[in-house]
């Protein structure tokens, strides 16, 4: 089991076995890639380029795929997937990023969500195609992802959704197809609270069952500018991790803004030795990987 941390700033906390730098995040600014850190990018969403070209935002029946529409859990502005220009120079600067970087991870290489796209370009290519609606964005997504496997010369992550059922209708996302290209999954499970455990740990066990490559569960720690009160506890965090460990991931990644960020996390569980000893009675080689991994820490918050 891995452990990696998955940070804002170009930070590596002590204790992980990998770090994930965002070199390009939803809101489009770029950051220069660190040679020892897995650079993740942002591929769709993209709110700079939807700034430069407003022409080029994903369409749906329900509206755009822009911040502030409430028919979709979008937080920020989703370049159309077909959208030529975008594509061809995203494949051009993750091709630049895997060449500075140790590997690259992905998010939001997929359509927006249920319903996109459907600007005149998307639906002159689904007609000429001549294949039905959900097969066509299927074959958008898989053969856009076959390219970026080609510019990729080291290890690609590809973050999915945390929806093991229906990703292939909302996003077009087929996940044996991205099978064939991925060293490995991300499933994003970002929350701001984890303190029903089980919905996760469930989610975990779908996944495990569904994906032919490894996979890790990404879970949220501490964002930028966040308020203490408004982030999942460290016995939360500990605790979910356990669970989706005995689900059957086979390692996590923790966001948070930077190293100090992580830290905190880091002596809160450490020093939380009676919840520790509850979780060891959930049982398994897997539980055990996480309480010895949070044992390591012992050495670093001193």
Not at 154 to 166: A, E, G, M
């Amino acid at each position: 089991m891995k452990f990696g941390s998955f940070t804002f700033q170009p930070q590596k906390p002590e204790g992980f076995d990998l770090h994930v730098f965002r070199v390009k995040i939803e809101t489009g600014i770029r950051f220069q890639p660190v040679h020892d850190m897995v650079s993740n990018v942002a591929v769709f969403a993209d709110n700079v380029a939807v700034k430069d070209h407003p022409d080029w935002i994903s369409q749906s029946p329900l509206g755009p795929a822009k911040i502030g529409n409430p028919n979709f859990n979008i937080y920020w502005n989703i370049v159309c997937q077909t959208q030529p220009e975008h594509r061809a120079e995203q494949l051009k600067y993750i091709a630049e990023v895997d060449r500075q970087s140790p590997g690259v991870c992905l998010n939001n290489q997929y359509f927006a969500d249920h319903g996109h796209c459907t600007c005149s370009r998307c639906q002159e290519l689904w007609k000429n195609s001549g294949l039905s609606w959900l097969e066509w964005r299927r074959k958008e997504v898989t053969d856009y992802i076959a390219q970026i496997r080609e510019n990729v010369k080291k290890d690609l992550i590809l973050s999915i959704q945390p929806d093991p059922v229906t990703s292939l209708e909302r996003y077009g996302v087929d996940f044996d197809d991205l099978a064939k290209y991925a060293d490995a999954f991300n499933v994003v499970m970002f929350s701001k609270n984890y303190a029903t455990p089980w919905y996760f740990e469930m989610l975990t066990r779908n996944f495990k069952k569904l994906l032919k490559k490894p996979f890790y569960i990404s879970l949220y720690v501490y964002g930028p500018g966040d308020n203490p009160k408004d982030v999942p506890t460290p016995a939360e965090i500990l605790t979910v991790s356990v669970r989706c460990a005995r689900a059957g991931a086979d390692g996590f990644l923790y966001l948070t803004d930077g190293a100090s960020q992580m830290l905190d996390y880091q002596k809160a569980v450490v020093a939380d030795t009676q919840l520790r000893e509850r979780l060891r009675s959930y049982g398994g080689k897997p539980v055990q990987e996480v309480l010895d991994r949070v044992a390591s820490w012992e050495k670093i918050v001193k």
